[in-house]
């Protein structure tokens, strides 16, 4: 039996896997994305593709979005087709994508000025989790809209954790990828720095993952996408560089050397290797840099 109809806009490699997972659990879903082409593709019977932000949200009350920026976010939301334009009063609006909290708050406060709401609800996982419907999702909004909104989170993750109040989920995502950058970055070092001594990097992923230098990276990234020379993990590496800069946004003295001195180093591997470069090559400009090749 289907469940009530939702909408999602962005159907990129996060988006596309979520609304899967959705239509799975029940929902009827209408989609838009810039990219038609994409939207296309979707073309299960429970989904409907609409050509505008704004008819997607004369179709649902219960609206995702999930984009590569808040920019994008509000224009998506406040264009002229956009999402305000065709809303009703108590539409929810579940803001996904990775964004900046100040932005995210004035956000809200114009849906709540239109008699809606909007909350944040960014993600962790990649794209293989997107796929299985095991992220892990953050929330920032009221306990009330956390009990209407919650059956959808958990048709797409396998985790729900409150953060506190709206912006506060996207403070704490930006957080949680500086603190994976900060992994990514001191692993590769660390495999450079051993293959200069005599050590196989293969052996010394195995170790660290038997050992306390363990981290997401060195678990499921440097064999799969690094040593495996494929870099294709699916997540940008302009995306990453873009959430550094949310979360050393927080650091308003600028006091957190370490977290700063890592956003440098991704914001050069950025400039150097380009747009469409997967987060993953850091691994490259950082081999580059010290002089020793991984592989």
């Known amino acids: 039996m ?97 964004g900046v909290p100040a932005m995210t708050k004035a956000l809200a406060a114009k849906a709540q000025a239109r008699g809606a709401q909007l909350v944040d609800a960014p993600v962790s996982g990649g794209v293989t989790r997107a796929q299985s419907g095991e992220l892990s999702i953050m929330y920032g909004g009221s306990d009330e809209t956390l009990k209407q909104i919650e059956t959808i989170l958990q048709a797409m993750g396998s985790s729900v954790a409150r953060t506190g109040e709206v912006g506060t989920a996207h403070a704490m995502k930006a957080l949680n ?37 363990m981290n997401n990276s060195t678990q499921k990234k440097f064999k799969q996408f690094v040593l495996s020379g494929k870099y294709n993990a699916g997540f940008g590496l302009e995306l990453m560089v873009k959430d550094l800069g949310i979360a050393l946004g927080l650091d308003e003295g600028h006091k957190a050397q370490f977290s700063q001195r890592c956003l440098e180093i991704w914001n050069a591997a950025n400039d150097t290797l380009g747009k469409g470069a997967d987060h993953t090559e850091l691994a490259r400009h950082v081999s580059q840099r010290i002089g020793v090749p991984l592989t």
């Open 2 to 98: 289907t469940k009530e109809q939702l909408g999602f806009i962005g159907l990129g490699s996060m988006g596309k896997p979520m609304v899967q997972n959705l239509v799975r659990a029940g929902y009827a879903v209408a989609v838009h994305d810039a990219n038609a082409q994409a939207a296309a593709q979707m073309t299960d019977e429970h989904i409907r593709v609409m050509t505008t932000p704004a008819l997607v949200a004369a179709h649902a009350s219960i609206i995702i979005t999930m984009l590569p920026t808040s920019a994008i976010v509000e224009q998506v939301l406040t264009g002229p087709d956009g999402v305000f334009a065709a809303m009703q009063p108590g539409t929810i609006i579940i803001e996904m994508s990775s």
């Open 177 to 213: 990828n500086l603190v994976s950058a900060g992994g990514f970055l001191i692993g590769i070092e660390a495999l450079l720095l051993g293959k200069q001594c005599g050590l196989d990097p293969e052996v010394m992923v195995d170790i660290l993952n038997a050992s306390t230098g």
